[in-house]
């Protein structure tokens, strides 16, 4: 295994059989189902080659396939295998039409190019497919951590309010109801449920009460 070189960066490559192929960056595991659209770098588009040099053709059949590949696993990859691409071309195109368009100088996979996905198959990778796949994977992750974040105070705010009725000192003192909450959430795991039950509440409140008089905690400023 060795690190791309600079017309590749940031590949990792792997012989497979003779060939070094670069390693696919996207598990078989990572789906993008929940997206329904995806940013495209039209620009570059605009003023490539295949823009310029191929015919509409073959541009129409190159696009479907880059679209279609981001349903496939991993996502972002087509198989390599004409039979099964001239297939999944909607309307079909036969098999030795297909082949007569890949074999062009600007033809149907123009760009792809043969790469190991990390169960060992060979399928085909194009380097701005998968650089949009990449940034679509960051901003779900990105959206992913917002949402839970903006749960997570949520969940704390219920918690200070259900705190106040039974412990207001606790209630006003954010490092309190932090570990409450952290209490009652590995309370929850051992337990299995998935809301907490008024017994883990008032257990979490119990030894937190019992770690601030025995000083586990900052005296608070207020006092």
Not at 48 to 75: C, I, Y
Not at 99 to 116: F, I, T
Not at 211 to 220: L, P, Q, T, Y
Request: aromatic share 8%; net charge positive.
């Amino acid at each position: 295994m060795r690190q791309a070189t600079s017309s590749n960066p940031g590949a990792v490559f792997r012989l497979v059989g003779n060939t070094e192929l670069p390693e696919y960056p996207v598990s078989s595991s990572v789906r993008l189902d929940s997206h329904g659209f995806i940013a495209w770098e039209f620009r570059r588009y605009l003023n490539s080659d295949m823009r310029w040099n191929a015919t509409h053709e073959v541009k129409g059949m190159w696009f479907d396939l880059a679209q279609m590949s981001h349903e496939q696993t991993p996502v972002g990859t087509l198989p390599d295998d004409h039979t099964r691409l001239a297939r999944m071309l909607v309307p079909f195109v036969d098999l030795v039409t297909f082949k007569a368009l890949v074999e062009r100088p600007y033809g149907v996979l123009h760009g792809w190019h043969p790469c190991v996905c990390d169960d060992g198959t060979v399928r085909l990778m194009h380097n701005t497919v998968t650089r949009v796949v990449l940034e679509a994977l960051t901003r779900k992750e990105l959206n992913a951590a917002r949402t839970d974040s903006a749960s997570a105070r949520k969940r704390l705010d219920r918690l200070a309010v259900a705190q106040a009725g039974v412990a207001p000192s606790i209630a006003m003192e954010p490092a309190q109801v932090y570990w409450v909450d952290a209490h009652i959430r590995d309370a929850m795991d051992r337990e299995g449920n998935k809301r907490r039950t008024e017994a883990q509440l008032h257990g979490a409140i119990q030894a937190c009460l019992e770690k601030v008089a025995a000083g586990f905690f900052r005296k608070s400023q207020r006092e």
